[in-house]
């Protein structure tokens, strides 16, 4: 029995992968990976290359863009563009266009996950103070996010693989600033139609946290301290209120000389050593102080309070038996034995006159504490609480911003000017970064997302493989022969449909890798401008709009929007239709045929 072509084996293979990935059921980092052994087992795949895609620039660059995602948002820099643009009074068309627009540049420049991320709180909590349901502004900024990620190089995966594959294909990669121009006329359309008509297809439904399908975030009782250097003029307690509203934080109080000043204490003038008792989530607590500029309690045996390294606002929960159990903060010195700051406690919503570190703590309690996560990992273990799963909130460190963004500048500035290649760019800016302990080392790790670098590196062997046995030119004659005669635009059409199909149920990388190799041999059956078909794949792949698995950002607002699978459509048919409709003319004028 003879053994089927090299070609049939890597079609049948690439084929079982696409059905796994849709599946969903197996991992896909681990359904890649093993295509990548099964492609080298039969041949497909030399064994020296195998583990080629694992040193690929490609690779090397998106983990390099994770890690300095986390330095800026770390520094408080997207915090502080965020907030002075996002105001929860302004009409929803208005809110939505100004916050898919923050939401795009932001996008443009640090990962599109990590722009929803940061985002999708201020929204939701925009939401709730204007007491509508989040569902109707979430998807249009998870869309504006992923339509953003197409105006630069580092914007989107898509963008850097492509990049990477023309420079291996053709010898020289696509610069910075050559995705701009379709990716913005492309942004600028699809931010208006969700501004201005598509928030308007979504129903007003509710999340799950509205409905109790979550457990809510406590609340808790906390003292924050007055610095040296906090407020160069007299200021009353009362004048923090804006503040403390705007944050979602209420003033409970005030201590002076280890005493509890009489009710809220609203005329009294705060001094310096003065410790203002809030109440608040954890999150809200943190953003508070930093635009107070107060501090926490016992900054200064955290290396620096605000500036320190790596500190996290952990909560965790007391249960029965607990060494802290019936005793307080003070009479265990949790701050001088480990480092550790009990900030808050929250007990089903009781507010304390006692001092938090005088508390009697209770099984039950619900406790905030304070310091680097090795540390706090070892006080848990030592107090006998259990840490609570998902509530960790980090200290932005807010005195960095203005570093972090110059060394954001300098990095791309040099790429951009050809100075420094883009990987080696962007490695000098995780260093600073570093350095200026905006990122710990744990933390460069943890920024990665591994299971997308496997993914890359495991499709990039099979993707050569696919091109090599001469598939890819194979599927570009089909789709050749189909157009046959019909104007190159309907080629050009044809090719970004299929590239967006496959992006909405496959991860991007996976499709751009897939439909290069077919781009490629398009534009070389054709005689044509290989960018122009390169560009259109680039956006085709990240135009996943109809499903809540084609994007992570489609999956990351699915619960907290209360979104079902078909409200995806909706909004993202229109729009997926929209893209091409201003993609194609743009591509023949941009990257002419």
Request: proline share 5%; hydrophobic share 50%; net charge neutral.
């Amino acid at each position: 029995m003879t053994m089927p072509s090299d070609q049939t084996q890597i079609f049948i293979l690439l084929a079982a992968v696409v059905v796994l990935l849709i599946w969903g059921r197996l991992r896909y980092d681990l359904v890649a990976f093993g295509a990548l052994i099964l492609a080298a087992s039969l041949g497909l795949v030399p064994t020296e290359e195998v583990f080629s895609g694992f040193g690929h620039s490609a690779v090397a660059i998106i983990a390099l863009v994770l890690i300095v995602s986390r330095g800026l948002s770390s520094s408080g820099a997207v915090e502080l563009v965020a907030s002075k643009l996002i105001d929860p009074d302004r009409p929803l068309p208005l809110h939505i266009a100004i916050i898919a627009a923050v939401g795009a540049g932001l996008s443009a420049i640090i990962n599109n996950v990590a722009a929803l991320a940061l985002l999708m709180p201020l929204d939701m909590e925009a939401a709730k103070k204007a007491k509508r349901a989040p569902g109707r502004s979430l998807m249009p900024l998870s869309f504006a996010t992923i339509l953003g990620g197409m105006i630069t190089l580092i914007g989107t995966p898509p963008n850097i693989v492509i990049s990477e594959y023309r420079s291996d294909a053709l010898g020289q990669p696509f610069a910075m600033l050559d995705f701009a121009p379709v990716g913005l006329a492309v942004a600028i359309v699809g931010i208006s139609f969700v501004s201005i008509l598509g928030w308007r297809l979504l129903p007003a439904r509710t999340s799950a946290a509205e409905d109790g399908g979550e457990i809510r975030q406590g609340r808790y009782v906390a003292e924050l301290r007055v610095g040296d250097q906090t407020f160069e003029d007299d200021i009353l307690v009362q004048d923090l209120y804006p503040k403390a509203n705007e944050s979602d934080v209420h003033i409970l109080g005030l201590i002076r000389n280890g005493k509890r000043r009489p009710g809220f204490a609203t005329r009294e003038t705060l001094q310096s050593g003065d410790f203002l008792v809030v109440e608040g989530e954890p999150k809200s607590i943190e953003t508070f102080m930093g635009q107070s500029g107060l501090e926490f309690v016992g900054s200064e045996k955290h290396d620096g309070g605000v500036t320190a390294r790596g500190l996290t606002l952990t909560e965790t929960i007391v249960p029965d038996g607990a060494r802290i159990q019936n005793r307080t903060e003070r009479s265990l010195q949790l701050l001088s034995r480990h480092s550790v700051t009990l900030l808050g406690v929250s007990r089903e919503g009781q507010r304390f006159r006692d001092r938090v570190r005088l508390l009697t703590i209770r099984a039950g309690d619900v406790l905030l504490l304070l310091g680097t996560p090795e540390r706090v990992a070892a006080a848990t273990d030592w107090l006998g609480v259990l840490p609570i799963e998902g509530r960790r909130t980090e200290v932005i460190q807010r005195t960095k911003a203005g570093l972090s963004i110059g060394i954001f500048v300098a990095a791309v500035g040099l790429a951009v000017a050809g100075l420094l290649s883009l990987t080696v760019a962007l490695g000098a800016a995780v260093i600073g970064y570093v350095v200026l302990g905006l990122v710990s080392g744990r933390e460069v790790y943890n920024s990665i997302e591994w299971k997308v670098i496997v993914l890359l590196a495991s499709l990039i062997p099979l993707a050569e493989a696919f091109e090599r046995t001469g598939g890819a030119e194979t599927l570009a004659n089909q789709i050749a022969g189909l157009t046959d005669g019909y104007p190159a635009w309907v080629t050009l059409t044809v090719l970004m449909v299929v590239t967006m199909t496959m992006s909405d149920f496959l991860n991007n990388v996976a499709t751009t890798l897939i439909a290069a190799p077919i781009a490629l041999s398009i534009a070389s059956a054709t005689g044509a401008n290989p960018d122009t078909y390169l560009m259109a794949v680039a956006v085709a792949a990240s135009c996943a709009f109809l499903t809540p698995i084609g994007h992570k950002n489609n999956t990351i607002i699915l619960g907290p929007g209360g979104y079902r699978f078909s409200d995806y459509w909706r909004i993202g048919l229109p729009l997926e239709l929209l893209v091409i409709a201003v993609a194609v003319p743009m591509l023949l004028v941009v990257w002419p045929l």
